[in-house]
């Protein structure tokens, strides 16, 4: 049963203060892992892909890669589409609609700068080029936190606003924050997505909850050995002794299974 990845960004930006920089990764940090990708032993596949894969077996690439991106910023269109279109590579933008041809405000009152948000026109035209838009909810709120029918109204008028504007389905979803509890996933079916996309990290396999989708976050820093890495293990956090320890711990556990055995 071949795995696949999908990779978590948000802007495509060079950070412009210290709560930034796990999340806005500068365009030539960008664009030499979607470089890597292309031109090393991956395939890039599109959430549609994952979606047939999943819910109608239908056959995957081994080493598939997918691309998401989510809030909706502005930088997607401006920094990111165009590295996209370059070596040809499919992505999935999660958008917060009710803040779209706006500003990040959920972000700024934490202490996050401003940041513009996508506008329809943005989005009108990558979507007729490759990119996917899935939905965010309408204001990214952290959905355990709402009532049930607060959290249903955000889930499912982001998904009705995308349809309306882009004329057709919009069957992706990114929980905000990563946050859900078991009635947002159900909510999340019920509205008629077929994917969902958390924050947890580690490899997907058909057999995943397609509601529970994992991914790995790439963090705006992170050099092409970290990410590297990251895909390796399926892990968030990479770093150079990562690998000792993790063998290591193999090691150990075999060498002490095997000596337990009767």
């Known amino acids: ?45 599109s959430l549609k892909t994952i979606d047939n894969h999943i819910n109608s077996g239908a056959a995957i690439p081994k080493n598939a890669i997918a691309i998401t991106l989510d809030d909706g910023f502005e930088d997607n269109y401006t920094n990111a589409y165009p590295i996209l279109k370059k070596y040809n590579i499919p992505a999935t933008v999660f958008l917060t609609t009710g803040h779209l041809g706006a500003s990040n405000n959920w972000m700024t ?21 490759d990119i996917i838009f899935g939905a965010h909810t309408v204001n990214h709120p952290a959905l355990p936190e709402l009532d049930i029918e607060r959290a249903y109204q955000e889930i499912k008028e982001s998904k009705k606003t995308i349809e309306q504007e882009l004329g057709r389905e919009c069957n992706y979803f990114a929980y905000p924050f990563g946050l859900f509890s078991d009635q947002n996933r159900m909510q999340v079916r019920d509205c008629g997505f077929s994917l969902a996309c958390s924050t947890r990290s580690g490899f997907n396999t058909a057999a995943r909850d397609p509601f529970l989708l994992h991914r790995i976050e790439v963090y705006g820093n992170d050099p092409w050995w970290k ?36």
């Open 227 to 262: 990410l590297k890495q990251k895909m390796t293990f399926g892990i968030n956090d990479a770093s150079y002794s990562f690998p000792i320890k993790y063998y290591a711990s193999r090691l150990m556990h075999r060498f002490f299974h095997e000596d337990t055995k009767p």
């Open 109 to 129: 009152k934490r202490g996050f700068p401003l940041r513009n948000l996508l506008n329809w026109d943005q989005i009108k035209e990558m979507s007729k080029n």
């Open 1 to 45: 049963m071949n795995r696949f990845i999908i990779l978590m960004y948000h802007m495509i930006s060079k950070p412009e203060s210290e709560l930034e920089i796990k999340y806005a990764c500068p365009p030539d940090v960008f664009e030499n892992h979607m470089s890597k990708l292309r031109h090393e032993n991956f395939n890039l596949v």
